[in-house]
């Protein structure tokens, strides 16, 4: 039977890949083959020197008003209008409890995830922690509890974490998404055919999947729309 990949770049720390993985669902439950669509999720730093837990003291207004060189006001204007978009897909972000940190071994926890056939829910659980429960996804002891509820046994989560185990193939991703000029998350690629930058509406992405699907036998092209997205220098 014929099948499809889809590779999805996407960090933790990003809430239009939250927004975005809620709208690829959406788009793979209206598509009638759904069963032979693998989705495969792929690491992707915002900030890759970021320590492992970043002071809370900032408010996540202060840490956005710092980076775009805006009034708090104007930051909080945007997280508003954020959080309303999440609500409109079914996610209730809380930027209030956010705690920030680095994503690196979240990232090693999901290639761990792929192996035991888990992704998806280690995926979901992550972003969930993060986003709306204020889980600091930087500690090891956090990502093995939260890893351990979506099916992952804590202890070979704790034993990976404590080792160099699937370093290099968050490095390998990168280095793949640096070589084909992603810049900013979430980054769908249909088939290794169509490329799709920022956290499109469900049917726009159900438009690409179909055509993918179609002309998967035929040569391979690129073509590449863009929506809203986050990068190193923030959330657009």
Not at 28 to 54: I, N, T
Not at 85 to 100: E, I, S, T
Not at 129 to 134: D, H, I, K
């Amino acid at each position: 039977m014929k099948k499809l990949r889809i590779d999805v770049w996407s960090d933790i720390a990003c809430p239009w890949c939250y927004v975005g993985k809620r709208r690829l669902e959406a788009a793979l439950a209206r598509f009638p083959r759904r069963d032979a669509v693998e989705v495969v999720w792929r690491a992707f730093e915002l900030d890759p020197s970021a320590k492992r837990v970043l002071d809370t003291e900032v408010s996540y207004a202060g840490r956005l008003a710092r980076k775009y060189g805006v009034p708090v006001a104007k930051a909080e204007a945007m997280i508003q209008q954020m959080t309303e978009v999440g609500a409109a897909d079914g996610l209730d972000l809380r930027f209030d409890k956010v705690r920030p940190g680095n994503t690196f071994d979240a990232h090693r926890v999901l290639h761990l995830a792929a192996e035991r056939g888990a992704q998806d829910a280690v995926k979901e659980r992550l972003l969930r922690g993060y986003m709306t429960e204020g889980e600091a996804i930087g500690e090891p002891e956090v990502l093995a509890r939260l890893a351990g509820e979506a099916g992952l046994d804590p202890d070979e989560v704790r034993a990976a974490l404590a080792s160099d185990a699937h370093a290099r193939e968050v490095r390998a991703d990168e280095a793949e998404a640096r070589a084909i000029g992603i810049t900013g998350v979430p980054f769908f690629a249909f088939g290794g055919r169509y490329g799709v930058s920022g956290a499109q509406p469900a049917e726009a992405l159900l438009g690409v999947l179909q055509k993918a699907w179609d002309e998967a036998a035929d040569a391979p092209e690129q073509a590449f729309a863009e929506g809203a997205a986050c990068g190193p220098d923030g959330c657009a």
